[in-house]
């Protein structure tokens, strides 16, 4: 077996350091070996976008992303997004706005959308749908997706008129 | 997944030794969105893979007086946000936008996407229509090798064992010259070119004449094909809509779409005629300063 290896990374602002083998993925280090089972596993091959993750601020999939690959990057995951016990207004608006059923797709949707305001706040929907294509969701038919980010976006702009 | 090494050399040098294995037994890793996925699924299986994204040569992103120098391992989010290459490459950008959802665009490289040698790549036909060079060092010495030259066939390509692609390099465009890269899927985003076409067009002081244009097509063959009688055609002509039909007949001429369950073969060669119109519309409209009614997925 390849020798595991300590990697030293940042999550969530946290300083971690995990012990891996090279054929690990990121998603599964997170989520078996840091216990960090908010990135959901989905299709397991870059199409379905549930394992989302932020890695130094850009949305992977974290299924194509070797653990060694997170050697002094910083992560964002979905555990990271809320601010203590208040859920931030992607989580908010989400939950408001019944844009889930299952939840699967959640994570992966709501970090993907952390990726797209924090390079464009007032997203058009076209926008929006063009932003989240790597993103399945198989419950909602995604509408209710769109209009969750679209308020998630007004709240966040009128946050900051204040 | 299997077992595997991983190394991740700092040098050029490191990496070319690292990889001098016997076939199939190093594998470079770029963005991995690719690889990562074939090692799990057994299509590939390597003993060790060599992460290449902590190389300088294979991360330069330059552009000047003499072109532009792309490293093979830069990622399609890092090319589409450059300004640059925004202005004056914008084929290349028009590519790195589509090529699967943001997540992938933000690990998949543009040299990884020309490694892979899919005949449905949809930067290659860019890179084409671009000039571009392949620049392959490997422990015979550095060679160059024509973009249009580089696949062989379905997944296949000129590397050697061992052989690694280092960067690739575009001429500076001339004054008043524009491209684009566009494809049809049946759906907006996150598909496979049924085809896919880039071209780049060079107008004259007056705006209206074509001085220079190359035209690549992608899904039409076993490689992407530089359609060059097609953009000789061009050349001396009104930069009007009558024109570009003149190149259609040349252009589907030397395509050789297969029947699959994407499309037809008789579905493709017409795709061809509708997507070289309008991909030359929207870079001649480039090569004027305009900006062309076109959006990344339509």
Do not use: W
Request: glycine share 10%; proline share 6%; net charge neutral.
């Amino acid at each position: 077996m390849a020798k595991k290896r300590i990697v030293s990374t940042t999550i969530n602002g946290d300083a971690v350091e995990f012990l891996c083998e090279p054929r690990q993925t990121l998603l599964e280090i997170l989520r078996d070996v840091l216990e960090m089972t908010g990135t959901k596993e989905g299709c397991g091959n870059g199409n379905c976008g549930s394992c989302t993750v932020l890695m130094n601020g850009k949305p992977v999939t974290s299924c194509l992303v070797l653990g060694v690959e997170a050697e002094g990057v910083e992560l964002r995951t979905i555990e990271g997004v809320a601010r203590g016990s208040e859920l931030d207004e992607v989580q908010q608006a989400f939950l408001e706005g019944a844009a889930l059923q299952c939840g699967i797709c959640t994570p992966g949707f709501i970090m993907q959308t952390e990726a797209l305001l924090a390079c464009n706040p007032t997203p058009t929907e076209e926008e929006i749908r063009f932003h989240l294509a790597g993103n399945l969701c198989r419950c909602t038919g995604y509408d209710k997706i769109v209009r969750a980010v679209q308020c998630a976006a007004e709240r966040r702009a009128g946050a900051c008129h204040k | 997944m299997r077992d595997f090494d991983y190394v991740a050399p700092t040098s050029l040098q490191q990496a070319v030794e690292l990889l001098a294995k016997p076939a199939g037994q190093a594998r470079p890793l770029a963005g991995g969105t690719d690889l990562i996925d074939h090692v799990r699924n057994g299509r590939l299986s390597p003993d060790v893979l060599v992460d290449i994204k902590k190389i300088p040569e294979l991360n330069l992103l330059e552009a000047g007086p003499n072109g532009l120098r792309l490293g093979a391992a830069v990622n399609c989010a890092t090319i589409a946000a450059h300004q640059a290459v925004q202005a004056q490459y914008t084929a290349l950008v028009d590519s790195c936008q589509i090529i699967g959802g943001v997540q992938i665009q933000s690990r998949a490289s543009v040299g990884g996407n020309m490694c892979n040698s899919g005949p449905a790549a949809d930067s290659t036909p860019s890179v084409i229509a671009l000039g571009g060079r392949c620049v392959i060092t490997g422990a015979q010495g550095t060679r160059e090798v024509a973009a249009e030259d580089f696949c062989t066939g379905p997944g296949k390509n000129v590397l050697k064992p061992g052989e690694l692609l280092v960067e690739l390099r575009f001429p500076a465009p001339a004054p008043h010259t524009g491209s684009h890269y566009r494809r049809f899927i049946p759906r907006n985003e996150m598909d496979i070119a049924v085809v896919g076409i880039g071209v780049s067009v060079t107008l004259d002081d007056t705006l209206k004449i074509i001085t220079a244009a190359r035209i690549a097509l992608g899904a039409v063959g076993p490689t992407p094909i530089l359609a060059t009688a097609a953009a000789q055609a061009l050349i001396g002509q009104p930069a009007t809509d009558e024109t570009y039909q003149k190149a259609v007949p040349l252009a589907r001429e030397v395509a050789t779409p297969i029947n699959d369950m994407r499309g037809t073969k008789d579905y493709r060669i017409h795709l061809v005629g509708v997507l070289l119109v309008r991909s030359l519309q929207a870079a001649v409209a480039r090569a004027k300063g305009e900006c062309p009614n076109y959006k990344p997925g339509h």
